[in-house]
């Protein structure tokens, strides 16, 4: 199983970015994005489960959507109003179902800088 990242960039603050996520195979319960912004540590950004229960961070509410098509296996995440804050690595992340295993892609950075 492999994922693939696109969509990051630099961006000033107010704007907006998308982020898509494929997977190469698989059935997933559960699809979704973190970020590593530089000296912090990986933080949970969004996910969404394949019945559609979503999950946001309390610092991306209102300003992120999270949307998924899990028999395309692709979940993008919609990021608006960004900050210089939201500046970071985003990687997506996947949940298989039948083994359980969480799977990481390989990240994209966005850069939020005027």
């Known amino acids: 199983v492999q994922l693939q990242a696109s969509g990051g960039g630099l961006v000033q603050p107010g704007g907006s970015l998308e982020l898509s996520c494929a997977a190469s195979t698989g059935i997933f319960t559960l699809m979704g994005w973190h970020r590593q912004a530089p000296g912090k540590q990986r933080e949970m950004v969004a996910s969404?489960?394949?019945?559609?229960?979503?999950n946001y961070a309390d610092s991306v509410k209102g300003r992120f959507s999270i949307s998924g098509d899990f028999a395309k296996k692709m979940v993008i995440l919609q990021m608006n109003s960004l900050n210089i804050e939201d500046t970071a690595v985003y990687y997506c992340?996947?949940?298989?179902?039948?083994?359980?295993?969480?799977?990481w892609g390989q990240g994209t950075e966005v850069t939020v800088s005027s």
């Open positions: 992340n996947a949940n298989l179902k039948i083994t359980r295993r969480e799977y």
């Open positions: 969404i489960t394949s019945d559609g229960s979503t």
